[in-house]
């Protein structure tokens, strides 16, 4: 089954539950999008999006999945990271390995920082 059937059978189960199709199509993947009883705007491959007027506003928005996307990378390599905390063999890599560390948390307050910024603009 390939990704347009997915979209179809997917489209027509939000139909079948209330929702309503849209002019509008996704700017991810060019599916129609759906408007749920409560109000949100879906798309049925990528589920929850944001319809924008302007391109500052789409940046915004386009913005905040980025940061977690990113924040949740970071993670996965602070895990493997942590993995080695403990088995180096150096005081050399020991400071490697906290340099990296340190740098990666650095990281993620600065995207927790910026998603809040934009949070409380809205």
Known sequence: MGKD?????KGAELLRQGATMLQESCPICGSPL????SGDIVCPIHGKVAIVSNESEAI??????????????????????????GKTSSYEDDVKLSMAIGGWLEVIEKLRFLRKESKEKD
């Not at 059937?5 to 059978?9: L, S, T």
């Not at 915004?60 to 080695?84: G, H, N, T, Y």
Request: charged letters at 45%; proline letters at 3%.
């Open 60 to 85: 915004e928005e386009s913005s905040a999945p980025l940061f977690v996307r990113i924040e949740e990378k970071i993670l996965k390599q602070l895990d493997v990271l942590s993995e080695d905390i």
């Open 34 to 37: 759906y408007k749920l009883k």
């Open 5 to 9: 059937d997915d979209a179809v059978k």
